[in-house]
């Protein structure tokens, strides 16, 4: 035995009323949803712009050779140059090792 399918009442679309208080704010909220004009910028403009940023990225790195240029040539300065206190080569520890070595050697005998 067959049953049918039981339909569901459908609800009653709700009216919309448009007053006239409300028409100007739906109207606003168009204006501001639609996109704002962009300005006009001539190609040349635009090329302009674009070499302006090439160029400072340029000179930033320039600048930033130059500083690591000048921090070699202090370097190398600084190595070239004698020392200011040169440091005494240490013979004194290296002459008792020697008798040191000699006490061993007759101590195997």
């Known amino acids: 035995m067959a049953t049918a399918k039981k339909v ?8 919309v009323k448009v007053s006239k208080a409300a028409a100007p704010t739906a109207a606003a909220k168009l204006a501001a949803k639609a996109p704002a004009k962009k300005v006009v910028v ?5 090329a302009v712009a674009k070499l302006s940023a090439k ?3 340029l ?5 930033k050779v130059t500083a690591d240029i000048a921090a070699l040539k202090d370097q190398r300065a600084a190595l070239k140059a004698p020392a200011a206190a040169p440091v005494a080569p240490i013979a004194a520890p290296a002459a008792p090792a020697a008798p040191a070595k000699k006490a061993k050697a007759a101590a195997k005998r």
């Open 59 to 63: 000179t930033e790195k320039k600048n």
């Open 42 to 46: 001539s190609k040349a403009a635009k």
């Open 55 to 57: 160029i400072a990225t």
């Open 8 to 15: 569901a009442p459908k609800a009653a679309k709700p009216t």
